[in-house]
């Protein structure tokens, strides 16, 4: 499974960088996390709990950084054990970029199942991936960037009317 995405957070690449590489931020921003513990040199140790369709469990694993580059770019490099549902490994390829007054931060993402996790289909696994995907980076933007804006949040049940056809007047 592999995926790509890129998205605008408004924090500096030095403080976006610094985050990626802080056990307790990931911590914070990895969905499931129970614990992370390490250091960018030597490597994390993770215990992390997670359901993916109807197979729960508890995954501990290695992750390593590889490739760093202060405030550029860096490589994440994973794998985990989840017992009898068997293992995921995979790694990310993350890219910061200065750009109109943040950062710009480009992700390109490939994962591997094995065991009864495999045994799901690739939908389910692929969909659960891009979920994960899509949830430690939007904790790492609202952990950086503070919580969303009210008038931002005011305006997402306007949306929701229009798309259902009501009007607000």
């Known amino acids: 499974m592999q995926m790509s995405d890129t998205r605008q957070i408004n924090a500096s690449p030095a403080e976006v960088y610094a985050a990626l590489l802080d056990p307790g931020m ?3 921003c990895v969905p499931g996390a129970q614990d992370v513990t390490g250091s960018p040199e030597e ?14 469990a508890t995954f501990k694993g290695q992750v ?14 994973g794998e985990g054990k989840g017992g009898a549902a068997g293992f995921a490994k995979g ?35 692929d969909g659960f991936a891009k979920k994960m995907a899509d949830q ?7 952990t950086l ?9 005011d ?7 229009r798309w259902f056809g009501r009007s607000k007047d």
């Not at 992390?48 to 369709?53: N, W």
């Not at 430690?136 to 609202?142: A, I, P, T, V």
């Not at 305006?155 to 009317?161: L, Q, R, T, W």
């Open 43 to 56: 490597g994390y140790e993770a215990t992390v709990v997670q359901k993916v369709g109807p197979v729960k």
């Open 155 to 161: 305006a997402e049940p306007e949306k929701k009317k």
């Open 64 to 77: 390593t950084l590889s490739d760093l580059v202060p405030d550029t770019s860096l490589t994440i490099t």
């Open 91 to 125: 790694g990310a390829s993350v890219r910061l970029a200065a750009k109109d007054g943040g950062t710009e931060l480009s992700y390109d993402v490939e994962a591997k199942v094995g065991g009864k996790l495999a045994q799901l289909g690739s939908r389910i696994i």
């Open 145 to 153: 960037e503070g919580p969303a804006d009210p008038e931002t949040a």
């Open 136 to 142: 430690f980076f939007n904790n790492l933007q609202e």
């Open 26 to 28: 990931l911590q914070q």
